[in-house]
């Protein structure tokens, strides 16, 4: 695959085996390669060992590969492990603030509903009174058309009568 890179390395031998010091990143191609060279030598290396009575050697050398190749796979399994610890953890924080802040979300939609809750009740209450006052100005204007008849009669003896004082002042 072509975003599959290796570390490319040189050995260095010590008294006990040989270790590999990273360098630099090399394709998946040129790792293929260089293993496949590398084969090539052991497999060269194991023949001419066989060939010179060393059958035991290769046996044990291949033993020190099978070796090397499970402590390789066992350090690639603890490195994918840890990763996916570190996944897992950081999936959890995540899930822990999306639900923390839910329910700091579900709070302030608690209280805004509460506050819109005693706003329309007291809205309601407000207009019940103002339409009870309403209803008790109708019944008290039905009672202001009779007083404004009873009004227009006084007015029309008033004035018959002041019309009366008047002639009567007026006599020569």
């Known amino acids: 695959?072509?975003?599959?890179?290796?570390?490319?390395?040189?050995?260095?031998?010590?008294?006990?085996?040989?270790?590999?010091?990273?360098?630099?990143?090399?394709?998946?191609?040129?790792?293929?390669?260089?293993?496949?060279?590398?084969?090539?030598?052991?497999?060269?290396?194991?023949?001419?060992?066989?060939?010179r009575g060393g059958g035991s050697k290769a046996a044990s050398f291949d033993q020190k590969d099978i070796v090397k190749a499970?402590?390789?796979?066992?350090?690639?399994?603890?490195?994918?492990?840890?990763?996916?610890?570190?996944?897992?953890?950081?999936?959890?924080?995540?899930?822990?603030e999306a639900t923390s802040s839910s329910i700091d979300h579900m709070g302030c939609f608690s209280d805004a509903t509460g506050r819109l809750q005693e706003c329309a009740l007291d809205a309601a209450t407000k207009g019940n009174r103002y339409i009870n006052s309403s209803l008790r100005l109708n019944e008290e204007m039905k009672g202001a058309d009779s007083l404004a008849t009873q009004l227009k009669t006084l007015r029309r003896n008033v004035d018959a009568l002041d019309l009366v004082v008047n002639r009567?002042?007026?006599l020569p």
Do not use: W
């Open 70 to 96: 499970l402590e390789v796979v066992e350090r690639d399994s603890v490195a994918i492990a840890e990763s996916f610890t570190s996944l897992f953890a950081s999936l959890r924080l995540t899930l822990s």
């Open 168 to 170: 009567l002042l007026r």
């Open 1 to 51: 695959m072509g975003g599959e890179y290796f570390l490319k390395g040189r050995e260095e031998e010590s008294t006990h085996a040989s270790t590999v010091i990273p360098d630099t990143l090399m394709s998946n191609t040129e790792a293929n390669n260089l293993l496949t060279g590398q084969q090539k030598s052991q497999q060269q290396e194991e023949e001419d060992d066989s060939s």
